[in-house]
């Protein structure tokens, strides 16, 4: 039996010994392997934590994807400054946000700033009462109380006209909705559901059948809609009008293939022409840029969301790999102002007698992002084609690019006027 015991504890000590050669042996790739295992544990540890934020800088924007074809990922909408956010995850440049239990979205890290009030999100935030009323300042206003600012976004609905809130975050306590029925102008009815247990969607329908804009934001404890009464008279002398000469200073834009023409200069042709015959027509003109300035679009809309046109048109010169592309084309995002760029193409190709490019819609170009106020991107001819080319420097065709224009905005506003009220 000694003997035994003995023999087993020798082979035990021989096997301690292999094992322990291997381990010294094999120590590097060891602990190589371990550092990776604690690095997976950390960053699975990592993306299971979240930290708060507030939206902060120039027009901050969700992204519905990290999409990154020329125009970006297709926008889900912009917020207002200080709003909350739920940051679960990010990459170089963006941050993926929590917007609800089964909502997400992507934001640009440059418009977050940290909040380190973490336990904000171990309560419910509530969307309490409302308040709706029309003024003589040309808009109704809809004030909703809130606990805190949360995330949302906005969409415009037609037949019928309405705008479509999706408040994330939040669970309703609306117990009443004021109206003021004797002053409201162009809100007909606001409601709401619980649609999921922290999403509540407001819908607002209006009683005309054109939407002309609407501005989103919040106000201390209250989130805040003012809505645009649809203007009284057709006349232009009753319009505020805004023209953008796409590019300039140091963003030249396309350049023609054979005369060599830049894009830049020939916007503000365009645009200054454009800027006098509605002048002429009885107009308030605003323009975003009056000579070869430099000037960001961000920074263009923001300008343009503080003078509050009626209606803006932004003004480019497309060019394509396809030397036959031609035609004029029109851009809008929202379904809701998609008259404006419609009316605009149909009257500058009758004016040309051109055929179209064609009407874009959702289209994810910044000055088409504005809710504020009705807005159409007008592609007045590709430099790329040599036949549209020449077309674009020649005189007799600039006035009647012009003129389809003005013809454009006139219909569209004649038309969303005279359309009966529901």
Known sequence: MQQNNLYKHKISRIDENKLFNCIKISRIPFLLLAFILFQQISFAQQNKSWRSGRTTGKFPQLAYSLGNDRLGSAMMGYLDTDVLLKITDSTRNYYQVQLSANHSAWIDKGNVKPDARVNKFNKPFLLNNWIASGGNDGYDTLIMFMDEKLPYKSRMEINPARIVITLFGAQSNTNFIMQHINTLQEIANADFEQTEDDVVEITIELQHTQHWGYTLNYHDDTLML?????????????????????????????????????????????????????????????????????????????????????????????????????????????????????????????????????????????????????????????????????????????????????????????????????
């Open 226 to 422: 003012l809505v645009k009464q649809a203007p009284k008279k057709t006349a232009l002398s009753n319009f505020k009008i805004a023209i953008d000469a796409g590019h300039g200073g140091s963003n030249p834009g396309s350049r023609g293939n054979n005369t060599g023409i830049l894009e830049k200069t020939y916007t503000l042709i365009y645009a200054q022409k454009l800027a006098q015959a509605l002048v002429d027509s009885g107009a308030q003109v605003i323009m975003t840029r009056i000579s070869d300035a430099s000037f960001d679009n961000t920074d263009r809309v923001l300008f343009l969301q503080q003078q509050q046109p009626d209606i803006l048109i932004s003004l480019h010169l497309n060019s394509a790999d396809n030397r036959a592309a031609q035609g004029t084309g029109t851009f809008y995002k929202y379904l809701g102002f998609r008259n404006l760029s419609k009316f605009i193409l149909e009257q500058v190709c009758i004016a040309t007698q051109r055929n179209e490019y064609g009407n874009v819609g959702n289209f994810n170009f910044i000055l088409n992002a504005p809710t504020d106020f009705p807005n159409a991107l007008v592609e007045i001819g590709f430099l790329s084609n040599k036949e549209e080319e020449q077309k674009i420097i020649n005189t007799g065709f600039q006035n009647q690019v012009v003129q389809g224009i003005i013809n454009g905005i006139r219909e569209f506003i004649q038309k969303g006027i005279a359309e009966n009220p529901y």
